[in-house]
């Protein structure tokens, strides 16, 4: 901020106080900021040298970016107040997901003997999708053609038997997708299934945490149950 000219004996104490202000003083609000200000510029004009005047440019141009840092302080608490008041609001919104079940990206399947869910993602459809379901080990389980799929989210369910026809042990696999389209590799995404436990706030915005242990956005959800 430009300051007047001051002759050469030594400045007023009410110039320093209101120009070096409290030590204890907090954070000024723009009410305070503008107050400090006013305050400044009276002093200034008090005290300036007489044969060196403040003149008007130097005024407005004060009062400009008194005007401009007040406007940014004020806008900066409406959009403070804004991003609150949206955050609340996502918040309560994706509560009402706590209970339900979701499908997000992975690869984990479980079955207790009679299978499990999962899903695969085509964005842009297959002429022939694949999956395979693997062990602990990496073992080949079963093996499912699903031939031909329309793009989108494709809800799948294992029936819990191996290849062979014999169930599989309980516990988790792994599985594996693979599509085609016109004889070249298509783009396609496991699916995971799992339940909304309970939801969280954080700097990284609103998490679904979910019963695999996975927490994630609520973009990030491909279908819910």
């Keep these: 901020m430009t300051t007047s000219v001051q002759n050469s004996s030594s400045p007023s104490q009410a110039l320093l106080d209101a120009m070096n202000g409290s030590k204890n003083t907090a954070a000024s609000t723009a009410d305070e900021a503008q107050n400090r200000f006013m305050t400044l510029l009276v002093t200034q ?3 300036q040298d007489p044969l060196n005047p403040m003149d008007n440019a130097q005024v407005t141009s004060q ?3 008194l005007s401009t840092v007040t406007g940014i302080d004020k806008l900066n608490t409406t959009l ?3 991003i609150g008041n949206v955050q609340g609001s996502q918040s309560y919104q994706a509560s009402s997901m706590i209970g339900h079940s979701v499908l997000v ?6 079955t207790s003997g009679t299978g499990g869910y999962f899903g695969v ?3 842009i459809g297959a002429d022939k999708l694949t999956v395979t379901i693997k062990d602990s080990a990496g073992t080949v389980v079963r093996t499912v053609d699903m031939g031909k799929q329309d793009a989108g989210t494709l809800p ?3 029936d819990g038997l191996a290849d062979d026809g014999t169930v599989a042990k309980t516990g988790s696999y792994k599985f594996e997708v693979a599509a085609t389209i016109a004889n070249s590799t298509a783009e396609a995404t496991g699916l995971s299934y799992a339940q909304v436990l309970s939801i969280s706030n954080g700097t990284g915005g609103i998490k679904l945490n979910l019963s695999n242990l996975a927490s994630v956005s609520t973009s990030d959800v491909k279908e819910i149950f």
Excluded at 105 to 110: L, N, P, R, T, Y
């Design 45 to 47: 004009m008090k005290n």
């Design 80 to 82: 403070e107040t804004l």
């Design 63 to 65: 009062l400009a970016q």
């Design 105 to 110: 990206a992975g690869s984990d399947v479980s």
């Design 121 to 123: 993602d085509l964005p």
């Design 156 to 158: 799948l369910k294992w």
